[in-house]
């Protein structure tokens, strides 16, 4: 079924011509003391970075009390001078962000610590809930008072409402009423829990370190503790760690289950497995994909770092021709730099970018990237390789064109602002200039992904979302929250 979206849901702000972060949540429980708990949370957000580098915080407790840090900037500048502060506990919980609900400031860092009939409550989340508006207003009207625009707080004090029955109770009743994407982390004085949405849309991953519990965004946050990955938390399930062990409940099963495919195109660090695929293996394959269906003469195969190399190297082990670097990428150069003139702004992309010259002029490329979202980037780079030389630019995208926002936890602009939305595959080839262009179809995406533990969100790729967006914010309308319980 296609679910048209309604304007009012559409959201666009300023920023690079790609598909922004997420964000990244880690939690651990801590039996003995092969780590400390905070600096296990630590590397494991550092591990997590890439999903977003807005703000980072942590929030830990011994049992007693809890102590938190957060703030905007990447981990390094956050905990730089911190981290030893928050020394000492036996559970923590960390968050990296990049905001989809909720301004960019500071109030809105997580995790988010609140205090209910039950104590203190921390949460960390990822995702975004499509009736957190409409909750909001019917907890205000309640008397409820907010501290943040961030949906983690909607779920919040959701729990917190329905807590006289206790956590596990009021988890499962705020996801009676909530509508969308959560990979959610809950700390207590004494227990560590994680709960997945019912359609698995955002990742979550459990793992262990001798008898310690973790369970983060992504298994590669495992590897930065020497943590081993047991499973994916299932989606609607909710899991509960504390001194006696791990315990699961299904709180809400799903006839369908929705993870969002662009964790395999881009969000996702390559050396992470996501619901029993290996990112780097289906990017790959991708790559391998798109040399069948577009074998193209050329002399080299590069890749827009970083999130295309593996598929580049899919496509030159396919096709025969050889793969080289044809653009060198600044490291330095974060998704934050301040670009304070129209001349600078002009001049982003090779300060992020730039054509090696000897390895292209002459000859005729293909160039492999995993998405356009406006084309801006993509003109700059095709224009940039003509002007080291190239003889031919040939551009290939590892997956369809997207042409539908996103309202699940990603960023992306209004349908205005994508320039698949507006214009054919050809009209989008003359735009950026390329000799040709050719996308991945969905048929064949999908096929990269085939075995795994659950079905996917392609909505911005066709409009077909998981949830239907009207139908949630009139039940929603229609919800007494008092008689959830």
Not at 82 to 107: F, M, P, W
Not at 136 to 150: A, I, N
Not at 329 to 358: C, D, H
Request: aromatic share 6%; hydrophobic share 40%; with cysteine.
């Amino acid at each position: 079924m296609l679910l048209a979206p309604n304007a009012q849901y559409e959201r666009w702000k300023p920023a690079d011509d790609i598909m922004p972060e997420e964000c990244g949540v880690f939690g651990i429980f801590m039996n003995d003391r092969h780590y400390d708990p905070a600096e296990a949370a630590y590397l494991g957000l550092y591990a997590l970075q890439h999903r977003g580098q807005e703000s980072a915080g942590i929030a830990v407790t011994d049992g007693k009390c809890v102590k938190q840090h957060k703030g905007m900037g990447l981990c390094s500048e956050v905990f730089k001078d911190n981290l030893d502060k928050l020394l000492g506990g036996h559970i923590a919980i960390g968050h990296v962000r990049y905001s989809t609900t909720g301004e960019s400031k500071g109030e809105n860092a997580q995790p988010l610590v609140i205090s209910y009939r039950g104590g203190k409550l921390s949460l960390a989340h990822n995702g975004n809930l499509i009736n957190s508006t409409t909750l909001r207003e019917k907890m205000e009207e309640e008397g409820t008072v907010f501290q943040t625009s961030l949906d983690t707080e909607v779920m919040a004090n959701l729990i917190a409402k329905y807590s006289k029955r206790g956590l596990l109770n009021a988890i499962s009743a705020m996801m009676k009423v909530v509508k969308g994407s959560y990979a959610l982390m809950i700390m207590t004085q004494d227990e560590l829990v994680a709960v997945r949405d019912p359609l698995g849309i955002r990742p979550l991953a459990l793992g262990k370190l001798d008898d310690n519990y973790i369970v983060a965004s992504e298994s590669c946050a495992f590897d930065a503790i020497d943590a081993e990955f047991v499973r994916d938390v299932r989606p609607g399930e909710i899991i509960v760690v504390n001194k006696d062990g791990l315990k699961s409940y299904q709180a809400q099963s799903s006839m369908e289950t929705a993870l969002c495919v662009f964790e395999y195109v881009y969000f996702a660090r390559p050396d992470s497995d996501i619901d029993g695929i290996s990112v780097y293996r289906s990017r790959e394959n991708m790559g391998t994909r798109l040399a069948q269906a577009f074998p193209i003469d050329a002399d080299l195969v590069s890749d827009v770092p970083d999130s295309a190399t593996p598929a580049a190297s899919g496509y030159a082990a396919e096709s025969g021709i050889p793969y080289a670097k044809a653009l060198s990428k600044n490291r330095y150069v974060g998704r934050t730099f301040i670009q304070p003139s129209q001349a600078l702004r002009e001049r982003g992309v090779k300060l992020k970018l730039n054509a090696m010259k000897r390895n292209v002029h002459g000859k005729r490329l293909i160039l492999i990237d995993d998405s356009i979202v406006r084309g801006t980037t993509s003109r700059k780079i095709v224009e940039m390789l003509r002007l080291a030389g190239a003889r031919e630019v040939h551009m290939l995208i590892s997956s369809p064109p997207v042409i539908c926002p996103c309202f699940f936890g990603i960023d992306t602009p209004s349908h205005d602002q994508l320039i698949g939305s507006k214009n054919s595959v050809e009209e989008i080839r003359r735009i950026i200039g390329a000799d040709t262009l050719h996308y991945l179809s969905i048929g064949d995406l999908l096929k990269t992904v085939e075995g795994a533990g659950c079905n996917f969100c392609t909505g911005c790729f066709d409009g077909h979302y998981p949830i239907d967006m009207k139908r949630a914010l009139e039940e929603t309308e229609a919800v007494e929250l008092s008689g959830i319980e």
